[in-house]
T-cell receptor, first 113, second 116 residues
Framework: GENVEQHPSTLSVQEGDSAVIKCTYS??????FPWYKQELGKRPQLIID?????GEKKDQRIAVTLNKTAKHFSLHITETQPEDSAVYFC????????????FGGGTRLMVKP | DTGVSQDPRHKITKRGQNVTFRCDPI?????LYWYRQTLGQGPEFLTY????????KSRLLSDRFSAERPKGSFSTLEIQRTEQGDSAMYLC??????????????FGPGTRLTVT
């Protein structure tokens, strides 16, 4: 089955700096890669996703890149703010086979004011 | 709130008891997923439904676990003879499957189960 590895497990940045979180996946059939943000005690919230037919997607301060050959994808957050502090999870799935998500282990992002 | 809802939010039970959780998906969503999340880990897939049909079950889902979605709307997840290892957050997510595509999954707030 699919295996998703996520690094780093913790990341501390100064407010205004950029943050990058990286994930690798094992199943070359995976074609959908969402990112979720989870604040303490709250539900995972979808913040951005990318499908395998594109290499990059941006939404304001957030961007995701995908390298299908290397089987890795990354989340980039620019101009970080204290409210970006949370745990971020990457995930992978095969969209036309039920779309069951396999998650990475999470990255705890701390943005220091 | 038109998002995914789950009930109860917290459940404390004694080992050996049975528990049942409920999930109400976003109203037009025909797919419903159950995941389990333990502290410090990412969610793990348990099972999913398309309408009322249960289409996939993870090997994590032992015989003590059963899920239903009888009318294709809300779903229930029952755990029989609970064990301490069942303590976790049980998350429900829903999505709209349309033709060959089913992408965004939206999560509910979860039910936190503590088995004592």
């Amino acid at each position: 089955g699919e295996n998703v590895e996520q690094h780093p497990s913790t990341l501390s940045v100064q407010e205004g700096d950029s943050a990058v979180i990286k994930c690798t996946y094992s199943d070359s059939a995976s074609n959908y890669f969402p990112w979720y943000k989870q604040e303490l005690g709250k539900r995972p919230q979808l913040i951005i996703d990318i499908r395998s037919n594109v290499g990059e997607k941006k939404d304001q301060r957030i961007a995701v890149t995908l390298n299908k050959t290397a089987k890795h994808f990354s989340l980039h957050i620019t101009e970080t703010q204290p409210e970006d502090s949370a745990v971020y999870f990457c995930a992978a799935s095969i969209n036309n086979a039920g779309n069951m998500l396999t998650f990475g282990g999470g990255t705890r992002l701390m943005v220091k004011p | 709130d038109t998002g995914v809802s789950q009930d109860p939010r917290h459940k404390i039970t004694k080992r050996g008891q049975n528990v049942t959780f409920r999930c109400d998906p976003i109203s037009e969503h025909n797919r419903l997923y159950w995941y389990r999340q333990t502290l410090g880990q990412g969610p793990e897939f348990l099972t999913y439904f398309q309408n009322e049909a249960q289409l996939e079950k993870s090997r994590l889902l032992s015989d003590r676990f059963s899920a239903e979605r009888p009318k294709g709307s809300f779903s229930t997840l029952e755990i029989q003879r609970t064990e301490q290892g069942d303590s976790a957050m049980y998350l429900c997510a829903s999505s709209l499957f349309s033709g060959p595509s089913s992408y965004e999954q939206y999560f509910g707030p979860g039910t936190r189960l503590t088995v004592t």
